[in-house]
């Protein structure tokens, strides 16, 4: 204890802390208090928001949820088909199915289902995606069989589509319908089904050059079966139909991507309409052929034939010798697709004689039996014309003119028919002008106007040269002839046919008249004699024998028409087209056939076309059961 202080001494201070100020009390509890009232705030709007989301706007909200990845898509309609005049299919469609699946979102979507198992399970882990996609492969492969139209579709390669690595993978493109509504029924979360359109060409090369080709084109917006080559080009509205509607749903930020199984249709596509041609499919395969084996036999770069018919002006047959298979169009060349009956135009050669013929006798200027002296050559301009074969000045009937093809002749009988009304005759022919057949990439030929004929034009016109025609147009020439006088523009398409089988018949083309049914008749009976023939003197004998078809009476004409050498740009000597046009039977006109080769070198070939058309008639006699002719060919002095 401390002992007492000394006095006068002073208490040392107490060391104490000093005292705290007074603690603003009140403002912490008005801090505390709004600071709860936020938080209460906060909460009752959080709350109201969730009301208002989960109750009153719940609807409208997963209505643009579901908007948002809700995509309107088209529904290709069922293309028509094209079918020949006796309703046997040309071209048609069948419904195919495109199997895809969506790796990625499958994987993920089957992890995720996985996990919820595994902590049901507990024990035992459900199968891995992998493990998964392998049964879905086995299944898919059992189903369609190891491959599908030239697609792999065996279990390896189905299995390693469904695990790779992306976002969208088709498995096959083109199953049966009934197969692939199987796989999506048994895996309808994995696995999506596309319609499509497979076009079908039973006849495969048979008149592709007309029909072309179309095929599906996915690329397309929508896609769907697009005609590409020939008529499924050309007539494309009218085969293609009008496009449905349907909602489907897709991959976010991809409206190409559709999850499988969400399809949902609104509106039916209407199908489209098919296609009645005037083509017969027997005689265009045979007449196909007989082409292609003469075309090859005679060493001609190409060749053509058209058959007609000589009343209504239908096109029987139309025939080149490189075709293509429609079904594989991709691998033709661009010769084999060209339908050269059309979209090539030459100098008809003596073929075009007719033109001189016809306007003669129209005009009454030569009688059949009449008699011309033909000099051996005759100078037209600054041209000197001269026969096929060396003669000096003959008496020749004019019905002998043409049955032996004189140049010379017949720039005589063309100079008393006079220019103008030549150009006339020409135009009546419709030469110069396309048919408006409907044959698609038709040519029009060329014939020079009147007012542009030098001195020469007029030495070249009435035996073929000078002018240019496509073989439709030359046959054409000839139908005119073998229907009295009266030219039908030919077509190909006789009828439209609806869906239900209602038909809209094509309203056939007016005809023009060209020349009066006598003077078509004397035409005729006059170019029977190119088919004559004398083994006894061949003075006698017509350019065409060949063509002379027993038990019928033929009226045809031969062609041969020098073609240009691009090196000097004049007349080849050893380039020529090869024509023939035929009327069977003349006396009674059925059929008109027209025949072009180009540039035929083959050793065996006789030089003529007139071959090929005696075996094409007698096809079309067989094949039509054409009446045999009341009375044989009269046979006609031709030289006196």
């Known amino acids: 204890m401390p002992g007492p202080q000394p006095r006068g001494a002073r208490r040392p201070l107490s060391v104490r802390a000093p005292a705290p100020k007074a603690r603003n009390t009140g403002n912490n509890k008005v801090r505390i208090a709004v600071g709860r009232l936020l938080l209460i705030g906060a909460l009752v709007a959080a709350g109201l928001k969730l009301v208002q989301v989960q109750g009153l706007q719940a609807d409208e909200l997963s209505t643009q949820a579901r908007l948002q990845r809700t995509t309107y898509l088209n529904i290709p309609a069922e293309r028509g088909a094209i079918l020949d005049r006796n309703g046997n299919q040309l071209a048609f469609s069948v419904e195919v199915r495109a199997l895809y699946i969506l790796p990625q979102r499958a994987r993920k979507n089957w992890d995720a289902e996985r996990e919820k198992e595994k902590d049901k399970a507990k024990k035992q882990f459900p199968q891995t995606y992998d493990e998964h996609a392998r049964d879905v492969a086995k299944f898919i492969s059992s189903t369609l069989g190891p491959e599908v139209n030239g697609e792999k579709t065996d279990e390896e390669t189905i299995y390693q589509q469904l695990v790779a690595d992306i976002s969208y993978e088709v498995l096959v493109s083109e199953a049966e319908p009934a197969k692939a509504a199987a796989i999506v029924a048994k895996y309808p979360a994995e696995i999506g089904s596309e319609y499509r359109a497979k076009r079908i060409y039973p006849n495969g090369p048979v008149a592709s050059n007309i029909i072309g080709a179309a095929n599906w084109r996915q690329e397309e917006k929508p896609p769907t079966t697009q005609g590409i080559l020939g008529l499924e080009n050309a007539a494309d509205n009218v085969l293609a139909g009008r496009m449905g509607r349907r909602v489907v749903d897709t991959m976010s930020g991809d409206d190409t991507l559709v999850i499988p199984n969400t399809e949902r249709e609104l509106t039916k596509p209407q199908p489209g309409k098919s296609l009645e041609l005037t083509i017969d499919v027997d005689t265009q395969y045979a007449v196909q052929r007989m082409v292609t084996d003469y075309t090859q036999k005679s060493g001609a770069r190409s060749g053509s034939a058209v058959v007609l018919d000589s009343r209504t002006g239908e096109i029987i047959a139309m025939a080149n010798d490189q075709t293509y298979d429609p079904a594989d169009f991709g691998r033709a060349t661009d010769e084999q697709k060209r339908n050269r009956a059309v979209a090539d135009t030459y ?158 018949e094509k309203q056939r083309p007016e005809g023009v008249r060209v020349v009066s049914p006598e003077t078509a008749k004397t035409v005729r009976n006059m170019f029977r004699s190119v088919t004559q023939s004398d083994p006894r003197d061949a003075n006698q004998n017509g350019t065409g024998s060949k063509a002379a078809l027993p038990g019928y009476q033929i009226a045809g004409k031969t062609g041969t028409a020098q073609q240009i050498d691009p090196a000097c740009k004049c007349y080849s000597s050893v380039d020529y087209w090869i024509t023939f046009a035929g009327i069977l039977p003349a006396d009674n006109p059925r059929y008109v056939v027209g025949i072009m080769l180009d540039r035929p070198h083959g050793t065996p070939f006789s030089g003529s076309a007139a071959p090929l058309f005696h075996d094409i008639a007698s096809f079309l006699t067989q094949r039509f059961q054409v009446p045999l002719s009341s009375e044989q060919t009269p046979f006609v002095q031709l030289q006196l």
């Open 347 to 504: 100098e008809p050669g003596s073929v075009n004689k007719i033109v001189t013929a016809a306007a003669a006798v129209e005009y009454g200027l030569f009688k059949p039996d009449d008699v011309l002296q033909i000099p051996g050559s005759l100078k037209v301009a600054d041209r000197t014309i001269r026969d096929a074969w060396t003669h000096g000045t003959v008496p020749m009937s004019f019905t002998g003119i043409f049955a032996k093809s004189s140049n010379v002749g017949t720039l005589l009988a063309a100079q008393e028919v006079g220019q103008e009304r030549y150009a006339e005759m020409l135009q009546k022919f419709g030469l110069g002008k396309r048919t408006q057949s409907g044959v698609p990439g038709e040519e029009s030929g060329t014939v020079p106007p009147l007012n542009q004929w030098s001195g020469s034009t007029f030495g070249n016109l009435p035996i073929g040269q000078g002018l240019s025609m496509n073989l439709l147009q030359m046959t054409a020439m000839y139908q005119t002839i073998a229907n009295d006088g009266l030219r039908v523009p030919p077509r190909l398409v006789r009828a439209e046919i609806s869906a239900d089988g209602s038909r809209s």
